[in-house]
């Protein structure tokens, strides 16, 4: 995805964020996006993760791909540890994988991950160069149906080890299920987003973000101005992090 590309994706959103508000037009903004396309731009060890050789991060794999200590590793075709890159700028935690990802055993490939490649992409992020995508269960529920609070606590651990392995810079939940489990808040998206907290460990702090689940933008159109919202705050921290 060129510059221009990215530009473009990110008119649409604010043109939507004007209509949506009202219908009032805002004058064209200028982002300042990476001139170097995305795609072009050399995969820094990105993995699916998906062979034990060693790595903590395969290592974590291979026992979620083995783990059957729920109903979940029943019912599914593939177990879906997580894609991306190691030490990432950001990592993305979704709630569960749906009906392409237990197929393909990768997460966030169906339609409302092609939106989050997207929405990643129009502030300089990629699954392939700086980031991490994982989910808080690893395996998809029944029908899509949202994880059960066993199913979340199972996968817990395999979570918090992929967060203290990684190091990333940056947290970005997105969705309910993605928020409620790991902050163990009782809010919806609508009161967590838009603002900062923290992911904290014995040895790290990492600031946190909540937003809307892609499959949300989706189905309602509401969601797409706090969620451009919610992208343009965390490009600005990265900037300051960067600076």
């Not at 990476?34 to 903590?56: I, V, W």
């Not at 974590?60 to 729920?70: S, Y």
């Not at 540890?81 to 990802?101: H, K, Q, R, T, Y």
């Not at 499959?215 to 900037?239: G, M, Q, T, V």
């Amino acid at each position: 995805m060129t510059c221009a590309d990215k530009q473009n994706i990110a008119n649409f959103l604010d043109l939507s964020a004007d209509y949506l508000s009202g219908g009032y037009k805002s004058e064209p903004r200028e982002y300042n996006f990476n001139e170097e396309p995305l795609a072009d731009m050399p995969p820094q060890n990105s993995k699916n993760f998906s062979a034990h050789t060693g790595d903590p991060l395969e290592q974590i794999a291979a026992e979620i791909k083995a783990c059957k200590n729920c109903r979940l590793g029943e019912t599914r075709k593939n177990a879906v540890p997580g894609e991306g890159v190691n030490n990432p700028v950001v990592m993305v935690i979704g709630e569960g994988p749906g009906a392409d990802e237990d197929a393909q055993g990768r997460p966030f490939v169906g339609k409302a991950g092609q939106l989050l490649d997207k929405m990643l992409a129009s502030i300089n992020l990629s699954r392939k160069t700086n980031c991490f995508i994982a989910n808080v269960v690893k395996c998809r529920p029944p029908n899509n149906r949202d994880p059960y609070p066993d199913e979340t606590a199972f996968c817990a651990g395999f979570l918090q080890r992929q967060i203290e392995t990684l190091k990333p810079k940056f947290i970005l939940l997105v969705g309910s299920i993605a928020a409620t489990t790991v902050l163990k808040a009782a809010e919806r998206v609508g009161k967590l987003r838009g603002k900062f907290t923290e992911y904290k460990t014995d040895n790290m702090a990492i600031p946190l973000l909540v937003t809307y689940h892609p499959s949300a933008l989706l189905h309602n159109e509401d969601y797409k101005r706090p969620a451009w919202e919610d992208l343009k705050l965390l490009r600005s921290e990265i900037e300051k992090q960067e600076s």
